[in-house]
């Protein structure tokens, strides 16, 4: 029984990932709410690669029963799909970011410099869900002031993912309304922008966008919505994973305070272990014939992402974190296809300017042995969700 509420295996889905993988690599399950369908469950790593490069049969649209068909790309085949991918390339795209460093690193360094006056925080509030909001909220154009409710309605949204692919409402309860109030909150941006002067920000972008009749209002505010949703969650187990890995691998953090040039590679080989999205949804449009099996057209899919990753066909040792991994860059954490990750030059780049603006800090700061890492067990992005640190504040003896 494959079941991706389960909070035991949310927390340590490996052990039967591989069984999937060794003995069910084309599984039919049986979700636990009443009104969800039956679906598929790919879990080798070409299997599920194949299914994220083939759009003809493996569709993207999405919905549970007669609702939750919602308007946005990740949601969407061609031609809308290519239409809204197109613009949000432009949005999140390298001609944006590298202007976009300075100001970003900036942030980056007021939060350390924050983190490092306090004698004890709590890493994801203070930093892992503050970077990414202040960040990609920046760029959109959303005030800060409510980053609390934001960081909960950005949950829900990924929340909501999980309710279509089959898990039980009950099991997060309030999701809907507070996937509501991210809509409305964007709604009422996008709506105060309407014949005003160009702000700067992507959603006054977006909104001349609907004034020259390229994208509708939903569309608008789905796209803006997505982008926090989608920027969140990811970027911030990213880092909250991250960090824990090096303060709890002395040579790893030695290694790479040395030698910084390595970060790239790091983010990569966490990613793969530890990949955010564990699995995204698909629909085949056609009778798809798959070791042995036939997946009737119309069949819904989850493709295990984070299964695929940990793949010993395709990655030996998959268990294992090994920095020097020579094909590590080929994990589908960001996805593979028409969908893959617009945002990941972003995520690399928020990400990767705070792992190395934290390096040289790593020997004051420890886990809080009093309030130790807790990983997410409701549904929705796979990551940290609680994690104290100590931030000492010994001065170091002078050498003689
Ligand atoms: C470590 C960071 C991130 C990870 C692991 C990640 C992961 C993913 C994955 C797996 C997909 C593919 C979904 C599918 O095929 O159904 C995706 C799509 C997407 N991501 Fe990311 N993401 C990250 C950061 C970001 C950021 C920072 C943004 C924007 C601010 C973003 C925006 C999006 C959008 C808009 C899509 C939909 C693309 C489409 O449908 O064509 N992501 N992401």
Redesign the pocket.
Known sequence: MYDPADPALRVNPWPFYQRLRDEAPVLLTTPTAADAEDFYVLSRYDDVAMA?RDKKRFS?HIRRGDFLDLP?????DAPD?TR??RI?NRA?GPRVLGPLTEWVQQVVDGLVGELLGMPQVEFVEQFTTAL?LRV?GG?LGVPLERKAEIQRWSEAALELAAVVGGTDPDLVPGFFEDFMALVDFIDVLATERVGCPHRGDILSDLVSREAAGEVSHDEVVG?GW???A???D??M??IGGGMHMLLTDPLLAERLTAEPENTDDF?EEY?RLH???QF???RVNEDVELHGVVMPAGSFVH?L?GSANRDPRMFPDPDVFDLDRPNSGEH?????????????A???L??GLAFRALYPHLSRLSLDPERPPRLRTRPGAYGIEHMGLLVSHDTPALAH
Not at 332 to 344: D, E, I, R, S
């Open positions: 994220l993207s946005i790309m990740v949601n969407r799909h809204l991918r949000t999140l990414p990609v760029m796209l997505n982008y926090i989608a920027g969140q990811t970027t187990n990213l983010m990613l990949s955010p999205t995204v949804l698909r493709l992402v589908l954490a960001f996805g593979a296809g028409a969908h893959f990750c617009p945002g990941t972003l995520g690399r928020i990400a």
